[in-house]
């Protein structure tokens, strides 16, 4: 099992934000080569938030490609090599409003080490 913490350093601190159509952040990956093949699932829970949301159909934006979460498998699985950045967009009717957010990915499924779930908090500064 991987450690959590080591996990979080994939958090780029301070990514959580707004944007036209939603929010976003972004992972560095700095720790380890990964080939993740199956949807990433994430759940949202903040002080504006009545309950989770729950999300697995976003974009992410790998190094400049733009995958479809829903469409990672194993036979189309997404590479997140060391020194990679991804951000992950979401779609959302409204803004996140300023303030704290726990974001928990329940779902990470890589070919190397298995489902690496892990949890971080992040604000929304704007």
């Known amino acids: 099992m991987v450690n959590e913490d080591l996990l ?5 601190k301070k990514s959580l934000k707004n944007n036209e159509n939603g929010f ?7 720790i380890s080569d990964a080939t993740i093949i ?24 790998l190094n400049g490609e733009k995958i479809e979460n829903k469409n990672i498998n194993d036979q189309n699985p997404a590479k997140f090599l060391v020194k990679s950045k991804a951000t992950l967009i979401f779609r959302r009717d409204e803004p996140l409003q300023k303030g704290k957010y726990k974001i928990r990915f329940t779902r990470l499924l890589t070919e190397e080490y298995g489902d690496i779930p892990f949890s971080m908090k992040e604000r929304i500064r704007e």
């Open 8 to 12: 979080r350093q994939l958090f780029v």
């Open 24 to 30: 976003q952040c972004e992972m560095k990956n700095s």
């Open 38 to 61: 199956e949807p990433l699932k994430l759940e949202l829970k903040g002080e504006s938030i009545d309950k989770k949301e729950k999300y697995k159909d976003f974009i992410i934006d």
